[in-house]
């Protein structure tokens, strides 16, 4: 705490910081403290390196091509987004890994992309993917 040790009498004009910094110094802490426990949440599985990019799509694999026209296709096949949580059920169903590969144009609007991966996530797909060039 602070002293005065002048001779004058009344009220200190001065602020007294001490607390401020108290209090400053506290929060510093905690966000310390938090912010690696926020953090460890996100996780990002990084996959392993294919040699050959053709192996890794077969015949029987679920393409979801979506341009930026807003047209959305199921392997080259057109499909209306309402009827879209539909036909993957259909086509999960059979599908015992449950993969779904997403390949979107780089012109396609990104939060219309994520949405479909809602869909297809509710339509019962355990992996999504995204095919790159």
Known sequence: MAMD???KKGPK???????LIDV???LLIIFMVLTPA??????????KKVEDATTALSEEAIVIEY??????????????PEA????LSERLQADRRKVVFFQAEDE???GEVVHIMDIA????????????R
């Open 121 to 132: 996530r509710g339509a019962g797909a355990r992996t999504l993917a995204v095919v790159t």
């Open 13 to 19: 004009s001065d602020i007294n910081v001490t607390p």
């Open 67 to 80: 341009t930026d026209t807003r047209q959305v296709r199921i392997n080259g096949e057109a499909v209306l």
């Open 5 to 7: 040790v002048s001779s």
């Open 84 to 87: 879209l949580a539909d036909r």
């Open 108 to 110: 396609a609007p990104y």
């Open 38 to 47: 926020m953090l460890k949440h996100l996780t990002a599985a990084v996959p």
């Open 24 to 26: 400053v110094l506290v």
